[in-house]
């Protein structure tokens, strides 16, 4: 029998599972044009992926942050947040140069399709030296990059919110309710694009809610109960009302659902946090919460296990899916829309790599090259049947890693011999370097004082 993780012991297995289901829908939404956007669960329901994920992160902030305050105190707890601050701020960066790379090969992979001006990205390239210092001072945060400034933001706050539960927790949650009606009130937003004047895609100041709601949550500060039959009872009705108020084929089609949907867009609006969206994200937590609590042990199965890794690693399996998504959507402008199966091999090749980085980050998360050969063979179920073949598989692996190791090492090489961008080595281009320009070439005449030497010498020549 292997032994068990200690990670997946100390870790809330539920959460990780539906942080990691959230990155799943993140990639196929964000994927442009993907066909299996209209299958996600976002289709289905008041809230998606964006509130579940918001929700996650503040349940996992009061595990990770909360008790870092408790136990180390302010300071060592603010130092902790301005760590996971920088590690936001520069993964919202590198997401964005990334994000750009993939644009430009896009456009010359498939050049009937301009990805710059699809991903809404062209003020970026147009004015290059403004928008990097409005991108590095998130005065200009677009559409597909606003998740993580979003993060960021709440995150500062943090501490803040802390300092005031100290005095009472209901006056923490009262500050933050505060702070959602004032922004709805007084119109407060954060300018997203210094040329259209948009602003950011999600307020911080209303999804700040839903972040401290999760907090709370993972805090104790609320607690729910699996006996409550009339509480399951409501949010499985408000759930099941949802879904013909989402799904676009029914509210488009049936009058009634059309006209209630249209009334209740006020409380709909997503860049906002309307406050059905925000019912609706507690109700499926707790009708999640109540699956969990009545059959834990499909957690411990393959697929739902994978799901759990993934969610551990959230902030670098997020940018994986954002670089992932785009550059699916790039392969779909290349294979064709038409075909089911392009799309199918498209998302289902992208979710593998996610899946695939996910086991990837946290085998390196247990820095293996520390662990002894005794230690990873007492890890293993059957070290004793597999001890007398491992030199074997040892030589196969360093077989199998010589190829990579000769590659990285040409690399330098490679780089050196390429050619500039943009400039075709040609014969003609050849020959125009070997040869001077004869035009450039003219005799020059210099002064320089005469001596009695060049008389003679003079003399001599008209003799």
Not at 350 to 362: E, F, H
Request: charged share 15%; net charge neutral.
């Amino acid at each position: 029998m292997a032994l068990p993780d200690p990670s997946l012991q100390s870790r809330n297995l539920p959460l990780d599972f539906f942080r990691g289901l959230a990155l799943i829908v993140i990639f196929i939404n964000h994927m442009p044009d993907n066909p299996w956007f209209w299958y996600t669960p976002s289709r289905f329901g008041l809230s998606d992926a964006a509130e579940v994920f918001v929700f996650s992160s503040g349940f996992a902030s009061a595990r990770a942050y909360g008790r870092c305050f408790e136990r180390a105190g302010l300071w060592l707890g603010l130092v902790r947040v301005l760590h996971r601050c920088v590690q936001i701020y520069s993964a919202h960066l590198a997401s964005f140069v990334l994000l750009a790379l993939v644009c430009v090969v896009g456009n010359r992979w498939v050049p009937e399709m301009d990805d710059i001006q699809r991903l809404n990205i062209a003020y970026f390239f147009d004015a290059t030296q403004q928008a990097l210092y409005d991108l590095f001072t998130l005065a200009y945060v677009p559409n597909y990059f606003d998740i993580l400034p979003l993060y960021l933001l709440v995150i500062v706050w943090l501490p803040i919110f802390w300092l005031v539960s100290r005095l009472h927790v209901g006056m923490a949650l009262a500050c933050s309710v505060t702070l959602y009606w004032a922004s709805y009130y007084y119109g407060w937003e954060l300018s997203a694009d210094p040329v259209s004047g948009r602003k950011w895609y999600f307020n911080p100041y209303n999804w700040q809610l839903m972040f401290f709601t999760g907090y709370a949550f993972g805090a104790g500060w609320a607690k729910v109960s699996v006996k409550h039959g009339w509480l399951l009872a409501v949010c499985l009705g408000l759930v099941l009302v949802s879904i013909p108020l989402e799904h676009e084929a029914t509210y488009t089609r049936i009058k009634f659902w059309g006209e209630l949907r249209a009334n209740l867009t006020p409380w709909l609006d997503k860049s906002h946090l309307g406050v059905l969206r925000w019912l609706h994200l507690l109700a499926l937590a707790y009708l999640m919460y109540r699956l969990c609590h009545w059959r834990s042990q499909w957690l411990h199965s393959p697929v739902p296990r994978a799901l759990v890794i993934m969610g551990q690693q959230s902030l670098p399996i997020y940018l994986c899916s954002m670089v992932l998504s785009y550059a699916g959507g790039i392969w779909l402008d290349h294979l064709g829309r038409d075909e089911w199966s392009a799309a199918a091999l498209v998302n289902l090749s992208g979710l593998g790599l996610m899946l695939l980085a996910g086991q990837i980050m946290s085998w390196l998360d247990t820095k293996p090259w520390k662990i002894s050969q005794p230690e990873r063979l007492a890890q293993s179920d059957n070290s004793f049947y597999f001890e007398p073949f491992m030199p074997r598989y040892r030589r196969v692996n360093q077989a199998l890693a010589l190829p990579c190791l000769i590659g990285l090492a040409a690399l330098p090489a490679m780089l050196t011999q390429s050619q500039p961008s943009g400039i075709v080595a040609t014969p003609d281009l050849a020959m125009q370097l070997r040869e001077p320009d004869k035009e450039a070439l003219q005799p020059v005449e210099t002064l320089s004082p005469e001596t009695e030497a060049d008389k003679v010498i003079d003399s001599r020549q008209q003799l």
